[in-house]
């Protein structure tokens, strides 16, 4: 069966193409088919594609379509995912009526949150639209909250501090959503495979390759145990 995913959020440049081609990586890794799916009128995902084509660099396993309207998304979904062991789409990064569409397919929704306030109200949005199309629908997607571009002095910040009750706060609302324990750190290697470098899994195996290695594989675990938990569980 399918799993569709999305990487949701509302403020521009919260990593969410980041996230997505990481993921993407590593479930290639591990034999899957993906396809990743822009939905993002920036193009942000495209522009990487189209990068790791120009230097020879196109992962195995990994496809891409662009989608920007309700109808192309659908059919991304229904016609060019058939046979896909995972879709993963690049959602708009503002506010959009695409947003429930992409939404509605998926069974996760992630939203990166770094540790700056509009990071978190973003999430916050998007853990309430999750909510929200839930409810209508009768649905039960999860909203999952991933730390993003962190760095050891930033752990000190007070927008840091305040991720984790902000999310607890979401919950104790009835929200479907989790705070994932694995962060990702700002890494140099993160910004370098969106000048067409292909995935991180792709990369020579340096010392600072495989503790970004490790990272991913260490959150891909986490996202795959809360996909395979019942919505009453959390």
Known sequence: MTRT???VSNKGGAGKTTLVTLLAGEYALQGERVL???ADA???LSGWWRLCG???NRPERIELTFAATQSAIEEAI?????????IIIDA????????TTIIRSAQLVLSPVQPAIKELEAA???AALVSEINDRYDLEIRHLSVRTRITVPGRNLEAYRYIRPFVAGLVAADYHTRLLDTELFERNIYREIQNGLGTLQMQDLTEPVRKARLEVQALTLEIER???RRVQEW
Request: overall charge negative; hydrophobic content about 35%.
């Open 54 to 56: 120009d230097k020879d």
């Open 92 to 99: 708009p990064g503002v506010d959009s009526v695409l947003q």
């Open 124 to 126: 916050g949005q998007a």
């Open 78 to 86: 229904t016609i060019s995912g058939h046979g896909f062991d995972r």
């Open 5 to 7: 995913y999305a990487a």
């Open 226 to 228: 809360a996909a395979d």
């Open 42 to 44: 920036r193009r942000n």
């Open 36 to 38: 990743l799916i822009d």
